[in-house]
Nanobody, 122 residues
Framework: QVQLVESGGGLVQAGGSLRLSCAASGLTFSNHFMGWFRQAPGKEREFVAAINRGGSTTYYAYSVKGRFTISRDNVKKSGYLQMNSLKPEDTAHYYC???????????????WGQGTQVTVSS
């Protein structure tokens, strides 16, 4: 079956960096868009970033543009989210997801990981 496993979360001070990874199995990764979403306590899950199948086109939420970079390695069946200049408001549970044509909205993504926690201290 399809599995997405996130890693790389943790506790970091404001201004610091983290790199999240998402390892995919059970599907042809290169046939799918990949996205990252996040959910903070008491808030709805929100779009963070997405990347197309070949990695040539990326999409970002306004709140992270210029600080976060999404990438993928189709040979390794993995995706990444490099997060720089982290802010306390970036604190959330981060999820990776894949879909045939996913971009900004959750219904576009068929498969989801369990997520990894990112906590940014001030």
């Amino acid at each position: 079956q399809v599995q997405l496993v996130e890693s790389g979360g943790g506790l970091v001070q404001a201004g610091g960096s983290l790199r999240l990874s998402c390892a995919a199995s059970g599907l042809t990764f290169s046939n799918h868009f990949m996205g990252w979403f996040r959910q903070a306590p008491g808030k709805e899950r929100e779009f963070v970033a997405a990347i197309n199948r070949g990695g040539s086109t990326t999409y970002y939420a306004y709140s992270v543009k210029g600080r976060f970079t999404i990438s993928r390695d189709n040979v390794k069946k993995s995706g990444y989210l490099q997060m720089n200049s982290l802010k306390p408001e970036d604190t959330a549970h981060y999820y990776c997801a894949v879909g045939a044509n996913g971009r900004y909205s959750e219904p576009e993504y068929a498969y989801w990981g369990q997520g990894t926690q990112v906590t940014v201290s001030s």
